[in-house]
């Protein structure tokens, strides 16, 4: 800088640091600055600001270096290399100057021998032809001398611009150097503050509002800019109090009931066979109640280590329509969508007690924890599965094993939507269609599944709704992917009219709950809270009756909670643990191992006969690259002949219908209003009969 103010610090060789929560140190020689902040997140905003004017200050710095051209290169060896590369290029052109003069020597001669052969008396014809040999000669010899002059204005070039090419990979190279030690300290700050936060007592009570990066919890988070405010989520505090009730006035029977309590005589009354209580026999008798008849595979090849470069791939998307650019399988794990849809019945057998329950609220408890159950497998599970293809199933037949079978299709490609219908001979059946709809918000992806889904109970008519909540896959850019889940589910019972609020809290840095928290109450027609749940959505779910509710004192935003005493909480659903190597299984459960197992007589158009899929779980990803190519060129020449059918028919005004699910039809649904794919039979006795003929050749 020409011309600076007094006490001006030069940013661009500035060294900025951290002394505690709040202080900070910037220092330039032999001046230094201490600077405070009112609160440690104020800190990290000023730290973050000031590194990035350092950044852009180096930079310019940089640029004006770059056009004066006086200053000479960074080190010696960067010198050095330049010189060596340099002297190559002289010894190549020698080389090619030698090679020059030899053509011209040796073409020099053949002219000569040309010209004595057209002196001497020979046949007309015989004149024409040398004439000609001796013209390409000599454009022989033009053309060579033109590709010498080439390579030395390539030197020329070359010596000219080398001290700017020097200049910008230099810059390159600090440039890389600065990000990686931003990104190390900030995740040192990080992690420094996340600690002071947990460990201070009343320190996120006493934060207020502050403006951030510090995600809201307040539902899903609008789109992010410097203006925009955030809450800790501390302060999004709950909407109710769980107290368990003291054992001394609550009788336990010898069947494990509760005695009366407020003068209602409401037992604890789920049958153990029913209900299991939170020790582990209770988890083991359920883990043996799943072992299959039939022996199944228990390993996949493991994933190979292969190196992915994302620039590479992704500046060769720019200009390009999504839906047109080929993703590498890299990204991916060997299952389909479709196969990810039916994982959700991994804890079926919480259905299968649900059906034992006499009492609708009872019912809706494990209906809760089945809705939660179906997020354990993602929290691992950061790879992407496969698009389906359009017309593309997949089947799961346990009905003699576990007793149910399970049938999805893929009904649309654009916007991708999977119809899913389950059918279970101890007395339930579920059918949802779910549309993926996601956005990038540059650090992060949200995946918000839509669509409802039904489960209905056959001998009661109990008939269940909900939906699913928002997955959020973090570090999209930077960092390591992690997977977090957050929204609300509202699962209502049509028929009782019975509901059940989750809250999946989303996690925060200044929460000291424990992560992946989802909590709820299930209440009646009436409005009256029957039992809390309560757990995370990768571990377990419990339940716990309420014997008393009453009000309690007014929350920090005015509005007065609610206070539950309960009895002991009772363990509904807990995770199984993961196989043996499941890290270098893509992290798949037990179930997710068997899904893409061979089968016989399934459909031609099931995901397991998916070639560029199975290839992947094979640890061919090459060749499995090549094969998605093909397949996604495939569909989109289908796709483009069925748009030109669309073109022609209307021009001759007829109606078309475009594409029709093979076993799916739509039809509105009568509790939500919504146009569904409902399942309209004929799969499972096709399979019977094992005639395919209507099935689309889609592989």
């Given at each position: 800088m020409a011309h600076t103010c007094r006490g001006t610090i030069n940013l661009s060789t500035a060294h900025i640091d951290t002394e505690d929560s709040c202080n900070i140190v910037l220092s330039n020689g032999g001046r230094t600055y201490h600077l405070k902040a009112s609160s440690e997140v104020e800190r990290q905003r000023w730290v973050t600001a000031l590194e990035l004017a350092k950044a852009k200050a180096i930079r310019m710095r940089n640029n004006q270096s770059d056009d004066s051209g006086d200053e000479e290169p960074a080190s010696q060896s960067d010198k050095s290399e330049l010189h060596g590369t340099l002297k190559t290029l002289s010894s190549k052109l020698e080389d090619l100057s030698t090679c020059n003069d030899l053509i011209a020597k040796h073409g020099a001669a053949l002219q000569r021998s040309l010209s004595e052969l057209e002196n001497l008396k020979l046949p007309a014809e015989s004149g024409e032809k040398i004439k000609a040999v001796n013209e390409r000669?000599?454009?022989?010899?033009?053309?060579?001398?033109?590709?010498?002059?080439?390579?030395?204005?390539?030197?020329?070039?070359?010596?000219?611009?080398?001290r700017k090419w020097q200049r910008a990979l230099q810059y390159e190279r600090e440039q890389r150097i600065r990000l990686e030690e931003t990104i190390e300290q900030l995740a040192k700050q990080h992690n420094s503050l996340e600690r002071a936060c947990r460990g201070a007592p009343g320190s996120a009570g006493s934060a207020g509002t502050t403006k951030g990066s510090v995600q809201s919890a307040?539902?899903?988070?609008?789109?992010?800019?410097?203006?925009?405010?955030?809450?800790?989520?501390?302060?999004?505090?709950?909407?109710?109090?769980?107290?368990?009730?003291d054992p001394k006035h609550h009788r336990r029977s010898g069947s494990n009931l509760s005695g009366a309590s407020e003068g209602h005589p409401e037992d604890w009354n789920l049958e153990d066979s029913v209900f299991e209580s939170s020790n582990q026999s209770s988890y083991n008798e359920s883990c043996k109640d799943l072992l299959p008849k039939k022996r199944r595979r228990s390993r996949i090849p493991d994933k190979p280590n292969y190196s992915l470069n994302l620039w590479s791939i992704m500046k060769n998307c720019i200009g390009k329509e999504l839906s047109k650019i080929p993703m590498p399988v890299n990204f991916n794990e060997p299952l389909s969508m479709l196969q990810r849809l039916t994982e959700d019945l991994e804890y079926h057998e919480l259905l299968d007690k649900a059906v034992k329950c006499e009492s609708s609220t009872e019912q809706m408890c494990f209906v809760a924890a089945f809705s939660v159950s179906s997020y354990s497998t993602t929290v691992h599970r950061t790879a992407k599965p496969f698009n389906p293809l359009l017309g593309e199933t997949y089947e799961l037949d346990r009905l003699e094993e576990l007793g149910f079978r399970s049938l999805c299709e893929q009904v649309s490609h654009h916007p991708p939507a999977a119809a899913h219908h389950v059918f279970s001979k101890r007395g339930w059946t579920l059918w949802q269609e779910i549309t993926i709809a996601s956005k990038f918000r540059g650090k992060y992806l949200s995946i918000m599944p839509l669509g409802a889904i039904h489960l209905e109970f056959h001998s009661s008519g109990n008939h269940y709704v909900w939906r699913k909540v928002t997955s959020t896959v973090h570090n999209i850019i930077v960092g390591k992917l992690w997977i977090d889940q957050s929204g609300e589910i509202e699962i209502v019972n049509h028929k009782s009219k019975d509901k059940c609020q989750l809250k999946f809290t989303p996690y925060s840095y200044f929460s000291r709950d424990v992560p992946r928290k989802v909590t709820g109450v299930v209440s009646d027609a009436d409005g009256k809270a029957h039992y809390v749940m309560s757990g995370t959505w990768d571990e377990k779910m419990e339940c716990s009756k309420i014997v008393q509710s009453s009000h309690g004192s007014a929350g920090s935003e005015g509005k007065q909670k609610t206070v539950y005493q309960t009895l002991s909480p009772k363990v509904l659903w807990k995770k199984y643990p993961l196989p043996e190597n499941a890290e270098n299984m893509y992290f798949f459960s037990s179930l997710a191992l068997t899904l893409n197992e061979p089968e016989e007589r399934v459909a031609p158009t099931d995901s397991r006969l998916r070639p560029d899929q199975r290839l992947m779980e094979s640890g061919r990803w090459d060749e499995a690259n090549v094969e998605k190519q093909r397949l996604e060129e495939k569909q989109r020449a289908v796709r483009r002949r069925r748009e030109a059918e669309a073109v022609e028919a209307l021009e001759e005004g007829k109606d078309y219908e475009g594409y029709i699910p093979l076993w799916f039809e739509r039809k509105v649904d009568p509790i939500t209003g919504e146009l569904i794919c409902a399942y309209k039979g004929g799969y499972w006795e096709a399979k019977d009969k094992q005639d395919w003929s209507s099935c689309p050749d889609i592989f």
């Open positions: 000669a000599t454009l022989f010899r033009i053309t060579s001398n033109a590709m010498i002059n080439a390579c030395r204005d390539f030197l020329d070039l070359a010596e000219t611009h080398s307040k539902g899903e988070a609008s789109d992010e800019d410097e203006e925009t405010e955030y809450f800790d989520a501390m302060e999004d505090a709950p909407a109710f109090i769980t107290v368990t009730a």
